[in-house]
Nanobody, 122 residues
Framework: QVQLVESGGGLVQAGGSLRLSCAAS????????WGWFRQAPGKERAFVAA????????YYADSVKGRSTISRDNAKKTVDLQMYNLKPEDTAIYYC???????????????WGQGTPVTVSS
């Protein structure tokens, strides 16, 4: 079993930066793929970024491409999402996720965190 806990959310002004972190407990996740999703008010949860188990495969949603960086630390079992030049439309609850397969972590990962809220003020 895997437990995921996100942190780092909060209120930030447009144009600012934020670093979200996700810590895992439970089984070893060295070969697992990690992902970040977000759910804005009144909208469905959407994919944001993913990082493969090898650390070399990285994917970003078009909405955050060029403004976000996903990274992982296998020793600490953590994954971070650094976001830059934040916009009001980035306001959402951000969830981290993990799955044995990269292809599945971008669509329907096996494990989810509880989410951390991000609010971007204009």
């Amino acid at each position: 079993q895997v437990q995921l806990v996100e942190s780092g959310g909060g209120l930030v002004q447009a144009g600012g930066s934020l670093r979200l972190s996700c810590a895992a407990s439970g089984r070893t996740l060295d070969s697992y793929a990690w992902g970040w999703f977000r759910q804005a008010p009144g909208k469905e949860r959407a994919f944001v970024a993913a990082l493969g188990g090898n650390g070399n495969s990285v994917y970003y949603a078009d909405s955050v491409k060029g403004r976000s960086t996903i990274s992982r630390d296998n020793a600490k079992k953590t994954v971070d999402l650094q976001m830059y030049n934040l916009k009001p439309e980035d306001t959402a609850i951000y969830y981290c996720a993990v799955d044995p397969f990269l292809g599945r972590v971008t669509r329907n990962p096996a494990y989810w965190g509880q989410g951390t809220p991000v609010t971007v003020s204009s």
